[in-house]
């Protein structure tokens, strides 16, 4: 599974940024699973911005409900996840990750695995 991240950038407070993940494969019998953002500063764990279930059901930190909005666009052997970022504040200042699980179903058993994508720089200047 391929994920390929975009989007990244400068903004300034109170401003807007659009992230973009998409993940891509050619396995048999392998379905995308929950996608998401998570964000992680220097020195600091790696912590949940927003994630998305197959069925479109979102789930926000505190942080950032009311402000991001995730969306999920499946198609057979991809799925591509947008963030969008509005209000922006310093705090959102991070490196950003996308992430996305994923199951493989044979006769014989049944095969998760989890991916992550290369992070993207959102910085946001006061």
């Known amino acids: 599974v391929q994920l390929q991240a975009s989007g990244g950038g400068l903004a300034q407070a109170g401003g807007s940024l659009t992230l973009t993940c998409k993940a891509s494969h050619s396995v048999l019998n392998l379905e995308i699973h929950d996608m998401g953002w998570y964000r992680q500063l220097p020195g600091r764990q790696r912590e949940m911005v927003a994630t998305?279930?197959?069925?479109?059901?979102?789930?926000?930190s505190d942080s950032v409900k009311g402000r991001f909005i995730i969306s999920r666009d499946n198609s057979k052997n991809s799925v591509t996840v947008n963030l969008e970022m509005n209000r922006l504040a310093p705090e959102d200042t991070a490196v950003y990750y996308c992430?996305?699980?994923?199951?493989?179903?044979?006769?014989?058993?049944?095969?998760?695995?989890?991916?992550w994508g290369q992070g993207t720089l959102v910085t946001v200047s006061s």
């Open positions: 992430h996305a699980e994923t199951e493989r179903v044979t006769n014989i058993a049944s095969y998760q695995n989890d991916y």
């Open positions: 998305i279930t197959r069925g479109g059901i979102k789930y926000y």
